[in-house]
């Protein structure tokens, strides 16, 4: 299967991921040294099945208060293709990844701002 395949398959798989709430995805489409980094975490979280837990027990209490996340992959002009936004009632959130070797190595939790001023420059 061609890279760019692969990739569009592990934008897809991230934004079905938050819209289940379900981190099964990660499993077999990250590198072992996965970073999760947030604007919104203090320090970054490296590791996959660190990474698996944190989004774990993120995803179990928006799932026990009844909240859901609309993920959609942001379409730009190619500057960071990889880029998606999660939209939480009237919070909106940005995330970019990272690709190694057909595998997610990298996801960036960023603020939306910053994926339209990276969208149109």
């Known amino acids: 299967m061609?890279?760019?395949?692969?990739?569009?398959?592990?934008?897809?798989?991230?934004?079905?991921?938050?819209?289940?709430?379900?981190v099964k995805f990660l499993n077999g489409h990250t590198n072992r040294n996965l970073v999760y980094e947030s604007q919104w975490v203090l320090t970054p979280i490296v590791g996959q099945r660190k990474t698996q837990n944190?989004?774990?027990?993120k995803f179990?209490?928006?799932?026990?208060n009844n909240i859901k996340l609309d993920a959609r992959i942001l379409e730009t002009?190619?500057?960071?293709?990889?880029?998606?936004m999660v939209i939480q009632g009237k919070v909106v959130t940005g995330i970019i990844f990272q690709m190694?070797?057909?595998?997610?190595?990298r996801i960036d939790i960023v603020d939306p701002s910053f994926l339209i001023e990276m969208s149109t420059d």
């Not at 061609?2 to 709430?21: S, T």
């Open 2 to 22: 061609p890279d760019h395949i692969k990739q569009k398959k592990a934008i897809q798989g991230v934004c079905d991921m938050y819209n289940k709430l379900d």
């Open 54 to 57: 944190y989004l774990r027990k």
């Open 60 to 64: 179990e209490t928006l799932a026990k």
């Open 77 to 84: 002009n190619g500057i960071y293709p990889n880029q998606i």
């Open 100 to 105: 190694e070797n057909n595998r997610i190595s």
